[in-house]
């Protein structure tokens, strides 16, 4: 492999490259511009077992996870790779046709990002999206007497195998959700999270479990990509209902009549 026949092959999956930049059109003055990057690390995200295709669809699927979180509509990828000796084209392939599948259900597409290589893959994927001007979901909304939501059952790490960003989702509770975020670290550490952006605490009342998860699994494994939220009472939005915010502390959150530990995914107690 050459940087020009991976190059000749990336060119199929993207649209306007070959320049110094992309160029593209801003989100008009109605909207205000979302950015979000992630890593997808071998050994860290994946394991050198999984196809091509899942490792694309992972990279993805969890920047197009934070603009769901956000209410946003994704625009625009830029994806960085740093190949490992093990990685050949037919690999490659696989990647950016699984990446750049995912992305064309949304509408956005791959226009740029960089090649190198190091002993492990690693994966950087930047997506930029556009949300209503002044109307993005945010972390800090929530209130005394807002409802809790989450998307979906909880504890999926090791049982679910696809993500499926919540983007639809996420645009119809744009002006009804309070608050909102999506749910990487587990259940217990990111609703402690949302609770100190708000400087409110929650009230869990049930946490809905995946077939085959355990409770545990889904309060601190993470890896859910599921969106949580919180939401007027008043205010009729899809999703299951798990708890309320409270008044605080800010950030404590209180299951079966005791305060959770703040603790989840931590990817710097991870360090290796
Ligand atoms: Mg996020």
Redesign the pocket.
């Known amino acids: 492999m050459t940087e020009e026949s991976i190059l000749a092959n990336v060119r199929r999956y993207a649209r306007g490259i070959g320049d110094d930049c992309a160029v593209l059109k801003p989100p008009t003055a109605k909207q205000d511009m979302l950015l ?1 990057t992630d890593f997808t690390i071998e050994d860290v995200h994946f394991t050198r077992d999984w196809s091509a295709e899942r490792v694309g669809h992972k990279a993805v699927a969890r920047s197009l ?2 603009i769901a ?1 956000m209410g946003g509509r994704p625009l625009y990828c830029l994806v960085s790779i740093a190949l490992a000796p093990w990685v050949d084209q037919t690999w490659l392939n696989g990647f950016y046709s699984a990446a750049n599948d995912l992305l064309q259900t949304t509408k956005a597409w791959i226009a740029g990002g960089d090649i190198s290589h190091a002993r492990q893959l690693v994966v950087s994927i930047t997506i930029c999206g556009a949300a209503l001007k002044g109307k993005a979901l945010l972390r800090s909304g929530a209130r005394q007497g807002d409802l809790i939501y989450v998307s979906a059952p909880l504890g999926g790490w090791k049982i679910k195998t696809v993500i499926e960003p919540r983007l639809d989702l996420g645009r119809k509770l744009v002006g009804k959700a309070s608050a909102c ?2 749910i ?1 670290d587990g259940l217990a550490l990111d609703l402690h999270k949302l609770g100190l952006m708000s400087n409110v605490g929650a009230a869990l009342e049930e946490v809905p479990l995946l077939p085959g998860a355990t409770l545990d699994q889904a309060l601190y494994d993470g890896e859910d990509y599921e969106l949580l939220y919180a939401v007027p009472s008043a205010v009729r939005v899809p999703g299951i209902r798990i708890g309320v915010i409270t008044s605080g502390p800010a950030g404590v959150v209180n299951y079966e009549g005791k305060p959770l530990e703040p603790k989840g995914y931590d990817h710097l107690l991870h360090r290796s």
């Open positions: 979000t996870s934070d979180a975020m999506d990487t």
